[in-house]
DNA sequence: CGTGTATTATTGAGTCCGCAAGCAATAGTA
DNA sequence: TACTATTGCTTGCGGACTCAATAATACACG
């Protein structure tokens, strides 16, 4: 092969660093697994995942309730996502809007009693269609590394 | 503890499923990460990531060029959403589109002389802050497994 | 106190992308 | 040949999110 001739493309037999492929296929398993489940998700309960995440957190929260900016950096949105993202959810009945004694610029984010029925109805058939995804093509064990790696990653961690 | 009163909270200390846990970490770290590389990508040559994608996924192909429904499986991206995306990139002058002769409904999307030169401008930074966010906290073995793992997901593999 | 700064939340404008529908070209079939 | 899928691509519409700007409250410190 000549070195004298201008490239006119990028060899693509050269093998990407292992970091590059890894976040490639990240980018890739990430889009692909989301629509799946966003798609399912929607289909059978009118949910988008970020929906369901939010329901999700807030109904491990203490008083089923939490502040809108812990609520963004928990589902990594800005405030301005959270803050839409709740519209819906307010408008669906499934969470309302409380005030917070102590600072009157919070306005928490409360899971209402149909929010907690509604977590309660979907989290099962949800979370088989993602054990399903892990575990068809991964071992227990596999799948153990995978999250702790990805918990290293920046946000990773919980 | 009774369990004779009804649950007004999903139990946070009930431990996820392994399965459930890998799934939230890979939401959390593709949102962190995705915000960081675009931030710098936009700030610093105008590109999103999915631009810059396409523009290196177009830089190997055969002629530097693909038929946009294959670019779209590679992106994972919907035939639609990569019509708005290209569309972007020929206002840039990055992408062309071009005629196949031998199928009349297909336009290719052509990488331009500016395009590759855009991919080979971008790509040792963009590279750069990628290898950072993995290495930072894994090892290359590490790196490795995880590429490995994600690609047996859903859409994972190149 | 009072003033300046930080924090919490919302809003308006704009981007990106998916879905559903539609058009044009090709392939399959009788 | 004519008729019916199927494939490749685009477009209208709408949803979801970000950024920048704004308002209101809290806090720190002279």
Redesign the interface.
């Known amino acids: 092969m000549s070195t004298q001739l201008p490239a006119?493309?990028?060899?693509?037999a050269a093998e990407?660093?292992?970091?590059?492929?890894?976040?490639?296929?990240?980018?890739?398993?990430?889009?692909?697994?989301?629509?799946?489940l966003n798609a399912e998700l929607q289909a059978e309960h009118g949910l988008t995942?970020n929906d369901y995440?939010a329901l999700?957190v807030l109904?491990?929260?203490e008083?089923?309730r939490m502040k809108r900016v812990d609520l963004a950096r928990r589902l990594?949105?800005t405030p301005s996502g959270v803050t839409r993202l709740l519209e819906g959810l307010e408008r669906a009945g499934l969470v309302e809007r409380t005030a917070c004694s102590s600072d009157l610029r919070v306005v928490y984010a409360q899971l209402t009693d149909a929010g907690?029925a509604k977590?309660?109805e979907v989290s099962c058939g949800h979370?088989g269609s993602?054990?399903t995804?892990?575990?068809e093509?991964?071992s227990?064990a596999?799948?153990?590394?995978?999250?702790a790696?990805?918990?290293?990653?920046?946000?990773?961690?919980?």
């Open positions: 006119t493309q990028i060899d693509p990407a660093p292992p970091a590059v492929r890894a976040w490639t296929r990240l980018l890739r398993a990430h889009a692909t697994t989301r629509r799946l995942i995440e999700q109904s491990c929260a008083e089923r990594v949105l907690l977590v309660r979370e993602i054990r995804m892990f575990e093509h991964l227990p596999q799948i153990e590394q995978l999250a790696f990805l918990g290293r990653l920046p946000g990773g961690a919980d």
